[in-house]
């Protein structure tokens, strides 16, 4: 059984800056890659941003261009979501999940949710005004 575990979470004010971790209990070389997604009170679950275990190849929802950066440590089996210019709308449960059935090999696959199939418990971010 393989266990996500996010951490980093927590109360920041607005133009700050997080840095979530998620760190995989194992990984095997056929995993395809990781996602984060969060999903903010009365929301659905939305993208964030994703990444490919072989190749590095990223992929961010447009709003968080430029502000969000994913990141990864194979060593350590742990993806990073780097956050900065946190705004109030950023405020969410922030989730990871990886794939390991479906190739994430375009920007389409890597931002569809049904195709990770782990998913971490979450962690809360809250961005005051």
């Known amino acids: 059984q393989v266990q996500l575990v996010e951490s980093g979470g927590g109360l920041v004010q607005a133009g700050g800056s997080l840095r979530l971790s998620c760190a995989a209990s194992?990984?095997?070389?056929?995993?395809?890659?990781m996602g984060w997604f969060r999903q903010a009170p009365g929301k659905e679950r939305e993208f964030v941003a994703a990444?490919?275990?072989?190749?590095?190849?990223?992929h961010y929802a447009d709003s968080m261009k430029g502000r969000f950066t994913i990141s990864r440590d194979n060593a350590k089996n742990t993806v990073y979501l780097q956050m900065n210019s946190l705004k109030p709308e950023d405020t969410a449960v922030y989730y990871c999940?990886?794939?390991?059935?479906?190739?994430?090999?375009?920007?389409?696959?890597?931002?569809?949710?049904?195709?990770?199939?782990?998913w971490g418990q979450g962690t809360q971010v809250t961005v005051s005004s």
């Open positions: 999940a990886a794939a390991t059935l479906v190739v994430l090999n375009t920007a389409q696959a890597m931002g569809t949710m049904e195709h990770y199939d782990y």
């Open positions: 194992r990984r095997t070389f056929s995993w395809y890659g």
């Open positions: 990444m490919t275990w072989s190749g590095g190849k990223t």
